[in-house]
């Protein structure tokens, strides 16, 4: 799988995440399209206004598609994510932490001017199977 690096002449991860993740390529990678909060069985978008909610459904539509791939989120080695207000960093931070867990991808987080149908978040992710 894939080594977490850490190094103090560097600054330190400032969220549930790494500096860097050492990867070994004998396996396959699987690159994920950008998820946001629509409802897989409606196309819908879900929570409006609610970023909390609008990130569960990210990282769920993240679960799934990792699942059927045969992965895991213990598979991600690095997530970009994608969002509407830095304002926001804290409420998407604390749930990312929970879908993680203990595992920690490398990541980045970028506040961008607008994401497809007008969503709060967008996550996507670069898993190794």
């Known amino acids: 799988m894939s080594e977490a690096i850490h190094t103090d002449q560097a600054p330190a991860a400032i969220g549930p995440y790494v500096q860097a993740r050492k990867v070994n390529l ?3 990678l699987l690159f994920t399209s ?12 879900v ?9 569960r459904l990210c990282l769920a539509n993240l679960g799934a598609i990792l699942k059927e ?5 213990a598979h991600v080695i690095k997530t970009t994510v994608f969002i509407k207000d830095m304002n926001d960093f804290g ?5 990312y932490a929970d879908f993680f867990g203990n595992h ?3 990541r980045s987080c970028v506040e961008v001017a607008r994401l497809p149908k ?3 978040v967008e996550i996507e992710a670069i898993a190794q199977i």
């Open 26 to 28: 004998t396996g396959q």
């Open 34 to 45: 950008g998820q946001i909060a629509l409802d897989p069985a409606t196309g819908q978008l």
């Open 47 to 55: 929570g409006e206004g609610d970023v909390a909610a609008q990130t």
């Open 69 to 73: 791939a045969g992965a895991s989120p």
């Open 91 to 95: 409420a998407i931070n604390e749930i």
């Open 104 to 106: 920690k991808p490398a």
């Open 118 to 120: 007008d969503v709060l």
